[in-house]
């Protein structure tokens, strides 16, 4: 079985999928489960959509009809059967009056959904119909092998053709009508979709076809089903021209992919006979040449810091994932350099195990702001801020710690306590109220005067079964 097209509800909650086994269901975005597998054509099913109001969804079949399905009962509501060929897509208009299906002879219907089907049109292209897209109620955009054609439905005449976008292997219009994209031979195109004049253009390496094409509902992404180094789904941002996410886990080639409304999904069918759902709001790794080795996330979750074993560091915007700066540090256990961002995201501090410095940069400028020579006899464990980052502690293997005021760049003081031979500290951190800091490890807890060196107190006989709150 190959699943062929999707589309999600309006309120996203659902997504409805057709198959080569002829089989229209229904899932569960949330749970991923199938509600219900409605039964009806006798042959592949090419494409699906739902009205704009929610309460219906149609599927267009490789047996000649167009069906209506009750989103809510999955019963089936009619059937058009006035097609002579395969019918590869269905589109309701944006104000859910009327159907527009496209065939392999090259026939477009355009019909009203009531019941008896009054008001049929027959739009007629050179070859057969790769897809259709309203851009008005009354404003029907079709995409045949090679060209575009633009109709008036209220005159059943096309008023605008272009034939020099190519071949088209697939072809989508933005919700807007402001742009539309297409596949030709391995070459992706935007396009200006009122002069029609080339936007901008990327090429697949070695060239291979891109599958399927998809605007966001903003108009503002692109999604492209790509094959050149394997299934994979690409997001691009149409107006940067950039690649904002690449999506790999299909076996097979993808067949169709649609945004959710809220563009925060990406919907992906395959001939593997899966669908996949793709979260877009967890950025691409930045960078693509390289693995990761290290990230922080900042308190304020406006920022994120990655490593690399080449020594890279990046600092990037959440969100829009704009570099803010990149820099290389000079290190010889690049894989097990740590990184934390203090509170208020005003420092990154980067150290690692055979570090005798604790390096700290501006956070927003990477400028460096200090380099802290701890005087530990062991390396450094972890690193705490205080939330006024006005001092720093460090933890490290052996039971040892320090204290630094960050602006004389001093050390407050310097404690030890005895711990077990493999129970070194793992985490160290300030209360609330900057006073005590508390540290960690896996058999005990204590606490330090952040003013004089001070053990306030020690717990001992930590298990993970005991919680401080």
């Given at each position: 079985m190959i699943c062929l097209c999707v589309a999600f509800s309006p309120d996203e909650r659902r997504l409805v999928s057709g198959s080569s086994d002829g089989t229209v269901r229904l899932w569960n975005v949330q749970t991923g489960a199938v509600l219900r597998a409605m039964a009806g054509h006798s042959d592949w099913v090419r494409s699906v959509a739902y009205s704009p109001d929610g309460r219906f969804f149609a599927s267009a079949s490789d047996d000649k009809t167009v069906r209506i399905w009750d989103a809510a009962t999955g019963?089936?509501?009619?059937?058009?059967?006035?097609?002579?060929?395969?019918?590869?897509?269905?589109?309701?208009?944006?104000?859910?009056?009327?159907?527009?299906?496209g065939d392999q002879s090259g026939e477009v219907h355009v019909w009203s959904t009531d019941a008896t089907h009054r008001s049929?049109?027959?739009?007629?292209?050179?070859?057969?119909?790769?897809?259709?897209?309203?851009i008005r109620a009354d404003r029907l955009v079709v995409s045949s092998r090679g060209s575009?054609?633009?109709?008036?439905?209220?005159?059943?005449?096309?008023?605008?053709?272009?034939?020099?976008?190519?071949?088209?292997?697939?072809?989508?219009?933005?919700?807007?009508?402001?742009?539309?994209?297409?596949?030709?031979?391995?070459?992706?195109?935007?396009?200006?979709?009122?002069?029609?004049?080339?936007?901008?253009?990327t090429k697949s390496s070695p060239p291979k076809p891109f599958t399927s094409i998809s605007f966001s509902p903003d108009s503002a992404?692109?999604?492209?089903?790509?094959?050149?180094?394997?299934?994979?789904?690409?997001?691009?941002?149409?107006?940067?021209?950039?690649?904002?996410?690449?999506?790999?886990?299909?076996?097979?080639?993808?067949?169709a992919l649609q945004f959710s409304p809220d563009r925060s999904l990406l919907a992906s069918a395959s001939d593997d006979a899966t669908i996949r759902l793709w979260d877009l709001r967890v950025a691409e790794s930045p960078r693509n040449d390289t693995i990761t080795t290290g990230l922080a996330l900042s308190p304020l979750g406006t920022m994120f810091a990655t490593?690399?074993?080449?020594?890279?560091?990046?600092v990037r915007r959440v969100g829009?994932?704009?570099?803010?700066?990149?820099?290389?540090?000079?290190?010889?256990?690049?894989?097990?350099?740590?990184?934390?961002?203090?509170?208020?995201?005003?420092?990154?501090?980067?150290?690692?195990?055979s570090d005798a410095a604790v390096r700290v940069l501006d956070l927003q400028s990477g400028q460096p702001y200090a380099s802290i020579?701890?005087?530990?006899?062991?390396?450094?464990r972890h690193v705490s801020f205080r939330s006024d980052c006005g001092q720093v502690v460090f933890v490290g293997w052996g039971g040892e710690a320090e204290l630094w005021d960050m602006g004389s760049r001093t050390r407050v003081w310097n404690s030890y306590w005895e711990v077990g031979q493999f129970d070194d500290c793992v985490r160290v951190?300030?209360?609330?109220?900057?006073?005590?800091?508390?540290?960690?490890?896996?058999?005990?807890?204590?606490l330090l005067d952040t003013i004089v060196i001070r053990d306030r107190s020690t717990v001992s006989e930590w298990t993970q079964k005991t919680v401080i709150i």
């Amino acid at each position: 079985m190959i699943c062929l097209c999707v589309a999600f509800s309006p309120d996203e909650r659902r997504l409805v999928s057709g198959s080569s086994d002829g089989t229209v269901r229904l899932w569960n975005v949330q749970t991923g489960a199938v509600l219900r597998a409605m039964a009806g054509h006798s042959d592949w099913v090419r494409s699906v959509a739902y009205s704009p109001d929610g309460r219906f969804f149609a599927s267009a079949s490789d047996d000649k009809t167009v069906r209506i399905w009750d989103a809510a009962t999955g019963l089936q509501v009619s059937v058009y059967s006035g097609h002579s060929e395969w019918v590869l897509c269905v589109v309701f208009s944006p104000d859910g009056v009327r159907i527009a299906s496209g065939d392999q002879s090259g026939e477009v219907h355009v019909w009203s959904t009531d019941a008896t089907h009054r008001s049929v049109k027959v739009l007629e292209t050179s070859t057969r119909v790769e897809s259709l897209a309203y851009i008005r109620a009354d404003r029907l955009v079709v995409s045949s092998r090679g060209s575009i054609r633009i109709f008036e439905l209220e005159t059943d005449s096309h008023t605008e053709q272009h034939d020099h976008l190519g071949e088209l292997d697939a072809f989508a219009m933005a919700p807007d009508g402001s742009l539309a994209a297409s596949s030709t031979d391995g070459d992706l195109s935007v396009w200006n979709a009122r002069k029609w004049t080339k936007q901008w253009t990327t090429k697949s390496s070695p060239p291979k076809p891109f599958t399927s094409i998809s605007f966001s509902p903003d108009s503002a992404l692109l999604a492209v089903a790509s094959g050149d180094t394997g299934p994979s789904c690409e997001v691009w941002d149409v107006w940067t021209e950039k690649r904002t996410h690449r999506f790999k886990g299909h076996a097979q080639e993808v067949t169709a992919l649609q945004f959710s409304p809220d563009r925060s999904l990406l919907a992906s069918a395959s001939d593997d006979a899966t669908i996949r759902l793709w979260d877009l709001r967890v950025a691409e790794s930045p960078r693509n040449d390289t693995i990761t080795t290290g990230l922080a996330l900042s308190p304020l979750g406006t920022m994120f810091a990655t490593s690399s074993p080449d020594g890279a560091i990046e600092v990037r915007r959440v969100g829009s994932d704009e570099l803010a700066w990149s820099s290389r540090v000079e290190h010889s256990d690049i894989p097990s350099l740590a990184m934390v961002i203090s509170p208020g995201d005003k420092f990154l501090a980067l150290h690692g195990p055979s570090d005798a410095a604790v390096r700290v940069l501006d956070l927003q400028s990477g400028q460096p702001y200090a380099s802290i020579e701890h005087t530990m006899a062991r390396s450094i464990r972890h690193v705490s801020f205080r939330s006024d980052c006005g001092q720093v502690v460090f933890v490290g293997w052996g039971g040892e710690a320090e204290l630094w005021d960050m602006g004389s760049r001093t050390r407050v003081w310097n404690s030890y306590w005895e711990v077990g031979q493999f129970d070194d500290c793992v985490r160290v951190a300030f209360s609330p109220r900057n006073d005590l800091v508390a540290w960690l490890t896996e058999s005990f807890l204590g606490l330090l005067d952040t003013i004089v060196i001070r053990d306030r107190s020690t717990v001992s006989e930590w298990t993970q079964k005991t919680v401080i709150i």
